[in-house]
Nanobody, 123 residues
Framework: QVLLVESGGGLVQAGDSLRLSCEAS????????MAWFRQFPGKEREFVAV????????RYADSAKDRFTISLDNVANIGYLTIIPMKPEDTAVYFC????????????????WGRGTQVAVSS
């Protein structure tokens, strides 16, 4: 059973940097895609970024292209989302997700999800 556990959220100041982690276990992830989504209060989850454990070019939402970086530690099976600099509008719950096979912007394509980590950015 695939298990994803996010960490690294919390309260940060605008202008700070933040790195979220997603520890993956329960399978061999060579053929998986890992994505990050975020959810604002009262809104649907929105795509942020996706990459593949086997390599390739990460893909980002337009809103994330300038300040967000998705990366993977293939040895430790940990995915990361780094945000520099943080802005108040980044306040949301951040989720990592995984799927076997090709990557997608659609949250419905991902059967495996973490429980999320709350990020709050003060101005």
């Amino acid at each position: 059973q695939v298990l994803l556990v996010e960490s690294g959220g919390g309260l940060v100041q605008a202008g700070d940097s933040l790195r979220l982690s997603c520890e993956a276990s329960g399978d061999t992830f060579n053929s998986y895609a890992m994505a990050w989504f975020r959810q604002f209060p009262g809104k649907e989850r929105e795509f942020v970024a996706v990459t593949k454990w086997a390599g390739g070019t990460p893909r980002y939402a337009d809103s994330a292209k300038d300040r967000f970086t998705i990366s993977l530690d293939n040895v430790a099976n940990i995915g990361y989302l780094t945000i520099i600099p943080m802005k108040p509008e980044d306040t949301a719950v951040y989720f990592c997700a995984a799927a076997f096979g090709r990557s997608s912007f659609d949250p419905a394509a991902y059967p495996y999800w973490g429980r999320g980590t709350q990020v709050a950015v003060s101005s």
